[in-house]
């Protein structure tokens, strides 16, 4: 690389931001527990208040005995759609990068709409193929929707800008994985390698960042804490031998932090029961949003109200339009246009016929 | 034949569907009229005059039009035809024009044709520098002036009105027109001498040059042959002829040197000049503006290959096709190191962290994600 001849302006005393905490994942998706269930509550709050009110519209008096779901039981959904995440990104060979945007695509959505007005079967398709997208895994729609039962190319596009704009399109997201890697390389450097390091201890260790993918986990701690969780939860010695390493005055990593996560992957890292799940998604075709619902009495008034207002703007730019034209040309006066003359010299037509 | 040729004018040449007459191959299009070949028009010719008097012959590409009133195009032919005789009413707007009016197209656009012709009128008339006004403001609603002035003219727009403007500015201003015509007149005298006296100055240094070789040559010649005489006629040593000749001709070619270098400075002086530019250095550029911590001092990168089972792949390529899109695996390594050591010690928030319920401009007042 040629050195620059000119050094960059000197920063004196001024605190470098890291690069970590100038990435959209730390300033805009990073919460604490507290304030996430606070998220949740509201927003679930919020959407069963709409609902109902779509649905006295409809038909008064029906909405008392609607059994609206919880906060909790729209993680616990969210959850078991993850794990068909993992499914489909298996049968489809994409690599890890694709399914772990994909399930946190999902999860962030999910902390800005409600299960009860979009689906998380739909949804879920559209994030997974939004993220081999941004993870430069890209596939086409055909191939996309082929490989999936019963699934049209529509279904995964009707909802792609609103994922896009749920997501605040921010897309690039840090993962645990590749911190694993990170952690598997430095290692090797420590100054006492008595320990073989055995690709098991990262199978294992991988197997723990995706249980980790099905907990709160990233929401609420950085991907190198929980890869380093996940690493300790397969080889301790060497965890915390590394961890030593890196602890100094001008860092200091405090070990709880990693006993914390290790103990939610261990608690809340399990794929959902289904039973539970079938459960919630029956209630869930109850209380759906009847806006949101194709055919319904509620989608066609906010279709037909969409459409007026479309409408309205239409002939109002229709009449400024004729205004305009009444009232002489919008333009200006024309350059009188010379004649035509009998041969037309803009036609550049130059074969015979 | 000759004899045909010479009146193949009256004649008129039918043009066939499948290829054109020789002598119109490139003037005409396809869109020329198909003339069938009846004997109407074997005599009466092809295209119809827009008039609907008259036929002409081949629709020429080099139109002539009329003073920027009409914007007609009316080919050579027709001039010659209607205008030979005087003064005449144009055939399509009547107007009386002369043959003097009609000036040759530079242009395709008939109307960049009109627009250039009364620029070039306008601008024989306002001709005030920058030097005759007091601000750089009062010389921008100068040229304001003439542009809309222009513009009006252009666009026909209260033509009769603009024209009497024009004539008020000419009037008002006809000392100071004279005074700018005089100026640009000298100006472009005074650059035409100019280049005059360097071409001038050229031929002269050629001229020097060829004489200068010239003498050269001469000097040679004789150079050889008083070397011998001298071995003809002396009883010295040879050696010692050739060499106090060879000594003459030294000092001589040097002597030349010198003066020919002398005028050769002057032409490198003028190169200088022109190479030296006054520009302002450029601001040095700085590539990368932002100044990251990048946890540099929390890891350092073993310098030796780490055991990685998923370089392997790219490791033991040996064609290094992985690698030609400039996939450097150090780098790779880096940055998995560096994603493992980022935000190692941030503490996770704690506490309700006043996080706004997300309200997404996209939304509306039920909460409901408006889909734009």
Partial sequence: ?353 | MAAARTGGWLQGKTVRRSGLASSSTSATRSSTPQIQSTSATIFGGGVKDPSGRTSEYFVCRDFIFALYSALTPVCESCIDRLFTLGPAPCPICNKTLRKLAFTPQTFEDLTVEKEVAVRRRIAKDFNKRREDFPNLRAYNDHLEQVEELTFNLINDIDVPETEARIQKYKAENAALIELNLQREEAYARALKEQEEGERREREARALELRQEEEAEREEKEKDRRSIIDKLETSDKDATKVIARAKAHALKRTNARNVSTSAMQSSAQLLRSRAAQSFDIPDVPHVPLQDDYYAYEDMFELKPEMYDDVFSEAVRKDREGIMRAGGYILEEAWERAIRCAVAGLDLAPLVGLVDVPIPRLPGLDDSGDVVMA
């Fill in chain 1, 1 to 353: 690389m040629a050195t620059l001849a000119i050094e960059p302006p000197q920063e004196n005393k001024a605190k470098k931001l890291p690069i970590y905490e100038a990435s959209t994942q730390f300033r805009n998706w990073r919460f604490s527990f507290e304030s996430l269930a606070k998220v949740r509550g509201s927003m679930n709050a919020v959407a069963v208040a709409a609902i109902r009110k779509k649905i006295e519209a409809d038909e008064p008096g029906s909405s008392s005995d609607i059994p609206f779901l919880t906060a909790d039981e729209e993680v616990l959904l969210v959850k078991h759609y993850i794990t068909m995440i993992s499914r489909l990104s298996g049968g489809f060979k994409f690599p890890e990068e694709v399914e772990a945007t994909g399930i946190t695509y999902l999860k962030r959505f999910y902390l800005k709409n409600t299960v009860m007005d979009w689906h998380p079967k739909n949804i879920m398709l559209t994030a997974l193929f939004l993220a081999t997208k941004t993870s430069n895994a890209p596939l086409s729609l055909e191939g996309y929707t082929r490989l999936i039962p019963k699934t049209a190319p529509s279904d995964v596009l009707d909802n792609e800008f609103l994922v896009a704009q749920s997501l605040s399109f921010e897309f690039s997201v840090w993962h645990a994985h590749r911190a694993l890697w990170g952690i598997w390389l430095d290692v090797q450097t420590l100054p006492d390698s008595t320990v073989k390091l055995s690709p098991d201890i990262y199978n294992s260790a991988l197997s723990h960042i995706r249980a980790s993918r099905l907990t709160d986990a990233e929401f609420v701690y950085t991907p190198s804490q929980i890869a380093l969780a996940a690493f300790s939860l397969a080889a301790p010695e060497v965890a915390a031998r590394w961890l030593e390493s890196k602890n100094s005055a001008a860092h200091t990593i405090s070990p709880n932090v990693i006993e914390e996560i290790k103990t939610l992957i261990q608690t809340q890292g399990h794929p959902t029961n289904v039973e539970a799940v079938r459960e919630v998604d029956r209630r869930l075709r109850l209380c759906k949003n009847p806006e949101k619902v194709p055919g319904s009495k509620a989608y066609m008034a906010k279709k037909a109200a969409e459409e007026k207002k479309a409408e309205e703007k239409r002939l109002k730019k229709a009449e400024t339009l004729q205004k305009a034209m009444d009232e002489g040309d919008p333009f200006g006066s024309e350059i009188p246009k010379s004649r035509v003359g009998l041969v037309d010299y803009e036609d550049d037509d130059d074969d015979d016929d």
